[in-house]
Nanobody, 125 residues
Framework: QVELVESGGGLVQAGGSLRLSCAAS????????MGWFRQAPGKEREFVAA????????YYADSVKGRFTVSRDNAKNTVTLLMNSLKPEDTAKYYC??????????????????WGQGTQVTVSS
């Protein structure tokens, strides 16, 4: 059974930081690009960041570039999203997912598989 568990969310003041983790079990995802997405109430799920299988290439949405950093530890089957200088508009539930097929745009949620339950991030002003 494949399972993705996101953790590390919480309530933080604007300007603060959070470190999100994504732990995978049931399957090794070290061969796949991993993405982070977020979804606010009433909005579509949007791309946040992605990291290729080796960690050598990373990709960010313009809205988080320079503030968020994605990394991975293939030995532990985990992916981390470090979020600095948080803003109220970053408030959302955050999800990680693997892009197993290797096709489709990495910024599109439909290109990814095995979504977890997400972790809530709330940034107060």
């Amino acid at each position: 059974q494949v399972e993705l568990v996101e953790s590390g969310g919480g309530l933080v003041q604007a300007g603060g930081s959070l470190r999100l983790s994504c732990a995978a079990s049931g399957r090794t995802f070290s061969s796949y690009l991993m993405g982070w997405f977020r979804q606010a109430p009433g909005k579509e799920r949007e791309f946040v960041a992605a990291i290729n299988w080796s960690g050598g290439s990373t990709y960010y949405a313009d809205s988080v570039k320079g503030r968020f950093t994605v990394s991975r530890d293939n030995a532990k089957n985990t992916v981390t999203l470090l979020m600095n200088s948080l803003k109220p508009e970053d408030t959302a539930k955050y999800y990680c997912a693997p892009r197993i097929s290797g096709t489709g745009r990495l910024s599109q949620s439909s290109s990814y598989d095995y979504w977890g339950q997400g972790t809530q991030v709330t940034v107060s002003s």
